[in-house]
């Protein structure tokens, strides 16, 4: 909905309703001025009991300044993954989180754009399993202050000679946690590999325990960064 007039005046309102094929439904607002409506999903029987108002005009705004030419970017959007969570009944919300990290990555493959990434955002725990990347996607730990609160951490039966416990993909971040190697790895196991690829990492403990050949971080090709 672009520009939408609202019946009392003449104050234009922009907003977007997506719908994917995994059943997520994103609502996404560019520009609202009607000031008493009330927008979000429920089941149709009245406003929820634990509805929370949320007032626009508290939040930043989250693309460019009027009049630049850059284009004006939607909120990100976040999924949630905890060890207690359920790949199969799990849907990505807070109530329901995915278990694991790979389930997530794989559902969320084609959601992120390079204008608009989504994020997995992990509970505190440890996740033993390797991290393959999809595109326009940022991978954020629990805690800001402590970045072993969210641990990646496989098994050492996952891993082979030469393996990347993370790998990345284009338009990437990774954010607010461990990535660590098991007791006993096998050689030559890279933590963090960026190939050919622009990748942010921010605020990340890598932590190879001094195992054989072991690299922090990897990052190869002239287009990485």
Same mark, same amino acid.
């Given at each position: 909905?672009?520009?939408?007039?609202?019946? !009392?005046?003449?104050?234009?309102?922009?907003?977007?309703?997506?719908?994917?094929? /995994?059943?997520?439904?994103?609502?996404?607002?560019?520009?609202?001025?009607?000031?008493?409506?009330?927008?979000?999903?429920?089941?149709?029987?009245?406003?929820?009991?634990?509805?929370?108002?949320?007032?626009?005009?508290?939040? !930043?705004?989250? %693309?460019?300044?009027?009049?630049?030419?850059?284009?004006?970017?939607? *909120?990100?959007? *976040?999924?949630?993954?905890?060890? /207690?969570?359920?790949? #199969?009944?799990?849907?990505?919300? *807070?109530?329901?989180?995915?278990?694991?990290?790979?389930?997530?990555?794989?559902?969320? &493959?084609?959601?992120?754009?390079?204008? !608009?990434?989504? &994020?997995?955002?992990?509970?505190?725990?440890?996740?033993?399993?390797? =991290?393959?990347?999809?595109?326009?996607?940022?991978?954020?730990?629990?805690?800001?202050?402590?970045?072993?609160?969210?641990?990646?951490?496989?098994?050492?039966?996952?891993?082979? @000679? %030469?393996?990347?416990?993370?790998?990345?993909?284009?338009? #990437? @971040?990774?954010?607010?946690? !461990?990535? =660590?190697?098991?007791?006993?790895?096998?050689?030559?196991?890279?933590?963090?590999?960026?190939?050919?690829? @622009?990748?942010?990492?921010? /605020?990340?403990?890598?932590?190879?325990?001094?195992?054989?050949?072991?690299? %922090?971080?990897?990052?190869?090709?002239?287009?990485?960064?």
């Amino acid at each position: 909905f672009g520009e939408s007039f609202d019946n !009392a005046s003449s104050n234009k309102n922009s907003f977007q309703i997506e719908i994917f094929f /995994n059943g997520i439904i994103r609502l996404s607002y560019l520009d609202i001025h009607l000031r008493d409506g009330l927008v979000g999903l429920s089941p149709g029987q009245g406003v929820p009991s634990d509805f929370s108002e949320t007032d626009f005009s508290d939040i !930043a705004l989250c %693309g460019s300044s009027e009049g630049s030419s850059t284009e004006t970017q939607a *909120a990100i959007v *976040a999924f949630h993954v905890a060890p /207690n969570g359920n790949d #199969t009944s799990g849907n990505g919300s *807070a109530r329901a989180p995915w278990k694991t990290i790979t389930k997530a990555m794989s559902s969320l &493959a084609e959601q992120g754009t390079p204008t !608009a990434p989504v &994020a997995i955002q992990l509970a505190e725990g440890t996740y033993t399993e390797k =991290v393959v990347f999809s595109p326009h996607i940022q991978l954020r730990g629990s805690s800001t202050s402590q970045r072993d609160a969210s641990i990646i951490m496989p098994a050492a039966s996952l891993l082979n @000679a %030469g393996d990347a416990v993370v790998q990345g993909a284009t338009n #990437t @971040a990774i954010k607010n946690l !461990a990535i =660590v190697l098991p007791n006993n790895p096998p050689d030559d196991i890279t933590l963090l590999r960026i190939d050919d690829v @622009a990748m942010q990492v921010e /605020n990340v403990l890598l932590n190879g325990r001094d195992a054989n050949g072991s690299t %922090g971080v990897e990052i190869s090709h002239e287009n990485s960064s």
